[in-house]
């Protein structure tokens, strides 16, 4: 089974890196931008055409709103962007809103906080490739057609590349993301250009069409609701702030100064671009729809369902730089894979987080191990599977899963920032330097004000978003809640249980005695080796044990053993029903109800063999045995192990599997600056 499952693992994640090389993993500045900040960054490709599906619900006249709302999102970016770079400084352990909120506001806050963000990571993953689909369908109509298939495709191709380690996928995930920023940059700069320089006329494919308003005439109350839910939909943008400041082990030291940099850096590009394609999208005339095939007029006549309805990133680059051309389909296919590989924002937050709570006893402790490459493995699978359950349930419809995202990142903007007002309170009731205090001030109010600021915006983002499908994901983070809690309760009862106390208890006295039985099926050379080893333990009672399921079988079992002149009794069960277990199990508990304070030590002669078909062969009455003796208190199990040549063949196997190394892994003779240096005066002499 370990050839069968090595090499495949070797071939899709690489060889397993010692623990010693973990720092060769560490991301600079520049590899650690795409990495972290894909998310964000990729979020202007759907972010704005959000903000003008909920405005066409009033018509295109709501569309002059657009840069207003726009303007929000940016002073909203800047608040949390600034208050983040208070976090990194104060908290560069890798806990981030987590930590912040559990050290100054208690474990229940901080739970919360990483329901949400846990929550978030998925959804995360799950829009995020989703929209990749759509974008990329345009293009190839195949993908539109099998859009479930080809997001679980790409997932799993994603999945193996995390695995690979945090430094490899950041290399591969660096050039898309840099082509589509500069791509944006230059989408930009032209349409500017062309406007107003040459004062040309661009026009968007859906100029020419015309929106049918669900709700003609909004006023008052109903259209500042419109307003905010079209906010909150644009609030998407900043979805992925947060994974910085949960990474900043990942990064290279200053750790805490190169994360507050790599957050400035993100913040300022992704509000350049976003207001850019917003401003961009009036000026091209682009039109949008929440129903495209009834809303979305053409003369007057809806478009009908064969009209695929294309993102606003998409028909502002075709406005500016023409159907077809280079730029045009070099910004598409960028865009379509950086929206992909927006989902590595949480493939590097999720499994660090889950580290830390499986660290604090809230998660199952096998996702605080590290693979083979040294990334959370456990993690990412886990990661994975709960995105790809999301989309398929969802049908891969960014429309759709959008409405739930968002909730969980402002849940956890408003903890963390209140807990790091809380935290400068701490500081500041101490400190009497007046340069630090006044370092500490300012902070605080840059972390109140962003308190503030998110804390209203999940107001409003649940009244907006809360029937459209924000339920889904406070259910989401409840679940997770209360499955944490019950994990640390189990973890938390089981050290209880199992902590030693300080004076004599009746797990440190020794047994009365020790009985021991030998497990029997037939007298072959497995059984002989566990009779000797028996017979080395020197228990106080010693038996041999078999079940008859077999009259003529036992019978010559009997004969032989007393032909070879064994010297330990053997002592026959019946079985009148051919079970093999239960008597066993009985007869065990029956010795320990005789005598509660001797211990029974059942000894199991077993075959070691070495190919994984010949497992299902062997030993399952063994394994059956061992599982029900697990849970019978008194009584020890030893399992005598007789390897079989296969065994020896399979351990010939994987020391060859050791010792090979791929072609040019390894560095034969010495390197050119490695070579000796001939002695001085040598050079022109012959032998």
Same mark, same amino acid.
């Given at each position: 089974?370990?050839?069968?499952?090595?090499?495949?693992?070797?071939?899709?994640?690489?060889?397993?890196?010692?623990?010693?090389?973990?720092?060769?993993? $560490?991301?600079?500045?520049?590899?650690?931008?795409?990495?972290?900040?894909?998310?964000?960054?990729?979020?202007?490709?759907?972010?704005?055409?959000?903000? $003008?599906?909920?405005?066409?619900?009033?018509?295109?006249?709501?569309?002059?709103?657009?840069?207003?709302?726009?303007?929000?999102?940016?002073?909203?970016?800047?608040?949390?962007?600034?208050?983040?770079?208070?976090?990194?400084?104060?908290?560069?352990?890798?806990?981030?809103?987590?930590?912040?909120?559990?050290?100054?506001?208690?474990?229940?806050?901080?739970?919360?906080?990483?329901?949400?963000?846990?929550?978030?990571?998925?959804?995360?993953?799950?829009?995020?490739?989703?929209?990749?689909?759509?974008?990329?369908?345009?293009?190839?109509?195949?993908?539109?057609?099998?859009?479930?298939?080809?997001?679980?495709?790409?997932?799993?191709?994603?999945?193996?590349?995390?695995?690979?380690?945090?430094?490899?996928?950041?290399?591969?995930?660096? &050039?898309?993301?840099?082509?589509?920023?500069?791509?944006?940059?230059?989408?930009?700069?032209?349409?500017?250009?062309?406007?107003?320089?040459?004062?040309?006329?661009?026009?968007?494919?859906?100029?020419?069409?015309?929106?049918?308003?669900?709700?003609?005439?909004?006023?008052?109350?109903?259209?500042?609701?419109?307003?905010?839910?079209?906010?909150?939909?644009?609030?998407?943008?900043?979805?992925?702030?947060?994974?910085?400041?949960?990474?900043?082990?990942?990064?290279?030291?200053?750790?805490?100064?190169?994360?507050?940099?790599?957050?400035?850096?993100?913040?300022?590009?992704?509000?350049?671009?976003?207001?850019?394609?917003?401003?961009?999208?009036?000026?091209?005339?682009?039109?949008?729809?929440?129903?495209?095939?009834?809303?979305?007029?053409?003369?007057?006549?809806?478009?009908?369902?064969?009209?695929?309805?294309?993102?606003?990133?998409?028909?502002?680059?075709?406005?500016?730089?023409?159907?077809?051309?280079?730029?045009?389909?070099?910004?598409?296919?960028?865009?379509?894979?950086?929206?992909?590989?927006?989902?590595?924002?949480?493939?590097?937050?999720?499994?660090?987080?889950?580290?830390?709570?499986?660290?604090?006893?809230?998660?199952?402790?096998?996702?605080?191990?590290?693979?083979?490459?040294?990334?959370?493995?456990?993690?990412?699978?886990?990661?994975?599977?709960?995105?790809?359950?999301?989309?398929?349930?969802?049908?891969?419809?960014?429309?759709?899963?959008?409405? $739930?995202?968002?909730?969980?990142?402002?849940?956890?903007?408003?903890?963390?920032?209140?807990?790091?007002?809380?935290?400068?309170?701490?500081?500041?009731?101490?400190?009497?330097?007046?340069?630090?205090?006044?370092?500490?001030?300012?902070?605080?109010?840059?972390?109140?004000?962003?308190?503030?600021?998110?804390?209203?915006?999940?107001?409003?983002?649940?009244?907006?978003?809360?029937?459209?499908?924000?339920?889904?994901?406070?259910?989401?983070?409840?679940?997770?809640?209360?499955?944490?809690?019950?994990?640390?309760?189990?973890?938390?009862?089981?050290?209880?249980?199992?902590?030693?106390?300080?004076?004599?208890?009746?797990?440190?006295?020794?047994?009365?005695?020790?009985?021991?039985?030998?497990?029997?099926?037939?007298?072959?050379?497995?059984?002989?080796?566990?009779?000797?080893?028996?017979?080395?333990?020197?228990?106080?009672?010693?038996?041999?044990?078999?079940?008859?399921?077999?009259?003529?079988?036992?019978?010559?079992?009997?004969?032989?053993?007393?032909?070879?002149?064994?010297?330990?009794?053997?002592?026959?069960?019946?079985?009148?029903?051919?079970?093999?277990?239960?008597?066993? &199990?009985?007869?065990?508990?029956?010795?320990?109800?005789?005598?509660?304070?001797?211990?029974?030590?059942?000894?199991?002669?077993?075959?070691?063999?070495?190919?994984?078909?010949?497992?299902?062969?062997?030993?399952?009455?063994?394994?059956?045995?061992?599982?029900?003796?697990?849970?019978?208190?008194?009584?020890?199990?030893?399992?005598?192990?007789?390897?079989?040549?296969?065994?020896?063949?399979?351990?010939?196997?994987?020391?060859?599997?050791?010792?090979?190394?791929?072609?040019?892994?390894?560095?034969?003779?010495?390197?050119?600056?490695?070579?000796?240096?001939?002695?001085?005066?040598?050079?022109?002499?012959?032998?």
């Amino acid at each position: 089974m370990s050839k069968l499952t090595d090499v495949p693992k070797r071939i899709l994640i690489g060889r397993a890196l010692r623990s010693d090389r973990l720092g060769e993993t $560490l991301l600079p500045k520049r590899i650690a931008l795409p990495v972290f900040a894909s998310d964000p960054l990729s979020s202007v490709a759907y972010a704005p055409g959000e903000v $003008l599906l909920v405005l066409s619900i009033a018509g295109v006249s709501a569309y002059h709103f657009s840069p207003w709302i726009a303007l929000a999102v940016v002073v909203l970016m800047f608040t949390v962007v600034a208050s983040y770079r208070q976090n990194v400084h104060a908290y560069p352990s890798g806990g981030g809103d987590y930590e912040v909120a559990t050290t100054n506001l208690g474990a229940k806050a901080g739970l919360t906080v990483a329901s949400a963000l846990l929550v978030d990571y998925v959804l995360t993953v799950a829009v995020s490739i989703a929209s990749g689909i759509e974008n990329l369908g345009s293009a190839v109509p195949f993908v539109v057609e099998h859009k479930v298939l080809c997001a679980v495709a790409v997932i799993v191709l994603l999945t193996l590349m995390n695995l690979r380690g945090v430094k490899e996928s950041g290399k591969l995930f660096a &050039i898309p993301t840099y082509v589509f920023v500069g791509g944006v940059f230059v989408m930009i700069a032209w349409g500017a250009f062309r406007g107003l320089v040459l004062n040309d006329t661009m026009q968007a494919p859906t100029a020419q069409y015309t929106i049918k308003a669900e709700h003609q005439g909004l006023a008052g109350f109903a259209l500042v609701f419109l307003m905010l839910r079209a906010f909150s939909s644009g609030c998407a943008a900043l979805t992925g702030v947060e994974a910085i400041s949960n990474g900043v082990p990942a990064f290279r030291k200053p750790k805490s100064k190169n994360a507050a940099t790599t957050l400035a850096a993100m913040g300022l590009l992704a509000v350049t671009m976003f207001c850019g394609i917003i401003v961009l999208a009036l000026t091209t005339k682009v039109r949008m729809a929440e129903n495209p095939a009834t809303d979305l007029l053409k003369h007057g006549i809806g478009v009908g369902s064969g009209y695929v309805q294309n993102p606003v990133i998409t028909q502002v680059a075709e406005a500016v730089f023409g159907k077809g051309s280079f730029l045009f389909v070099v910004l598409a296919t960028a865009t379509a894979l950086v929206l992909f590989l927006a989902a590595n924002t949480a493939y590097n937050g999720f499994p660090v987080l889950g580290s830390i709570l499986a660290q604090d006893r809230y998660l199952p402790r096998q996702l605080h191990t590290r693979g083979d490459r040294l990334a959370f493995s456990n993690g990412i699978v886990l990661l994975a599977g709960a995105a790809t359950f999301l989309v398929v349930i969802y049908g891969a419809d960014s429309t759709r899963l959008i409405q $739930l995202y968002i909730v969980g990142v402002f849940v956890s903007f408003t903890l963390s920032q209140t807990g790091m007002v809380r935290h400068w309170n701490r500081h500041l009731a101490v400190e009497k330097d007046v340069a630090k205090r006044r370092h500490m001030m300012r902070s605080r109010a840059i972390n109140a004000f962003g308190a503030f600021f998110t804390g209203l915006v999940l107001v409003v983002v649940l009244v907006t978003k809360f029937t459209h499908g924000a339920w889904v994901a406070l259910l989401g983070m409840c679940i997770f809640y209360a499955t944490m809690t019950a994990i640390r309760k189990h973890y938390d009862g089981v050290a209880a249980e199992l902590a030693a106390p300080e004076g004599p208890s009746d797990d440190s006295l020794r047994p009365s005695r020790v009985h021991s039985v030998v497990l029997i099926s037939k007298i072959h050379r497995p059984a002989l080796r566990a009779l000797a080893y028996a017979r080395l333990m020197r228990s106080d009672t010693l038996e041999a044990l078999t079940v008859n399921v077999d009259a003529a079988e036992t019978k010559a079992l009997k004969e032989e053993w007393e032909r070879r002149g064994i010297d330990v009794p053997l002592k026959v069960l019946d079985s009148p029903y051919r079970e093999i277990t239960r008597p066993i &199990i009985e007869y065990v508990k029956g010795l320990r109800k005789e005598s509660p304070r001797d211990a029974v030590s059942v000894i199991i002669p077993e075959y070691v063999v070495g190919r994984w078909y010949e497992h299902l062969l062997h030993n399952q009455s063994a394994l059956r045995l061992k599982g029900r003796l697990l849970f019978t208190p008194g009584v020890m199990v030893t399992s005598v192990p007789y390897q079989l040549q296969s065994s020896e063949a399979a351990k010939v196997r994987a020391r060859k599997r050791q010792e090979w190394n791929a072609p040019g892994s390894v560095r034969r003779g010495p390197a050119q600056g490695d070579r000796p240096k001939e002695p001085s005066g040598t050079s022109g002499e012959k032998s």
